[in-house]
Every structure is written in C-alpha cells, then in structure tokens.
C-alpha cells in the first residue's frame, strides 16, 4: 500500500519559516518525480514545487521562486520543502504527491499518488 505522508506544517507568523517533509512508503521512491501543492479555502489546488526522481531537476511556482527550496533523500524515502519568507497568502493545506511524469509536473492530475495534506497558516 503506497502511502504519503506530510508533516511540518502549523502556525508561523509573517516572515518566518517553516519546512514540511513528506516521507513515502510502499514505492519505488526514487523513480517517482515528487511534488508539492496547496489549496486554500475557496481555491483551486494549484502547483508550488516538484522535483525530478533524481534531485537533479527542480521547479518552482513564480510565488516560491527564491523563498522555498525542495529536496529530496531517496535513501531515507522523504522529500522536503524549507519555505522561507512566509507570507499570509501562502496560507493553504500543503499536499506532497509522487508521479511517474516530469514533463507534466505542474498539473495535479499527473500524479499518481498523494498525501492527506498538512495546514499551514501564515499570521499578519
């Protein structure tokens, strides 16, 4: 049974930072491309960052474009997101997902497999 599952999230004001992790179980870690993606209330998912099986390839939204950073430890099965310079509109659930697709990695629906998702919420 493949499982995701993120941790880290929680409350943190204006500025500060937070780094959410997403350990998996039950796959072949190192062939999947890995993701991350978050959905505030009343919004659509929408796409922060991925990384390519290997760690040599990242991607990023333009919002988390030179405040986060993801990596990725295939020994250990996990992928992490150190965000950086929070804001309150990065307020949203966080959710990791593992997909087979690097071209496709910015849509949600090329990912094969997901996590239960962890709060984040950014104070003014």
């Known amino acids: 049974q493949v499982q995701l599952v993120e941790s880290g999230g929680g409350l943190v004001q204006t500025g500060g930072s937070l780094r959410l992790s997403c350990a998996a179980s039950?796959?072949?870690?190192?062939?999947?491309?890995v993701g991350w993606f978050r959905q505030a209330p009343g919004k659509e998912r929408e796409f922060v960052a991925a990384i390519v099986w290997s760690g040599g390839s990242t991607d990023y939204a333009d919002s988390a474009k030179g405040r986060f950073t993801i990596s990725r430890d295939n020994a250990k099965n996990t992928v992490n997101l150190q965000r950086n310079s929070l804001k309150p509109e990065d307020t949203a659930v966080y959710y990791c997902a593992a997909g087979s697709s690097w071209s496709r990695r910015k849509y949600a629906g090329a990912y094969d497999y997901w996590g239960q998702g962890t709060q984040v919420t950014v104070s003014s």
């Open positions: 039950g796959l072949t870690f190192s062939r999947y491309a």
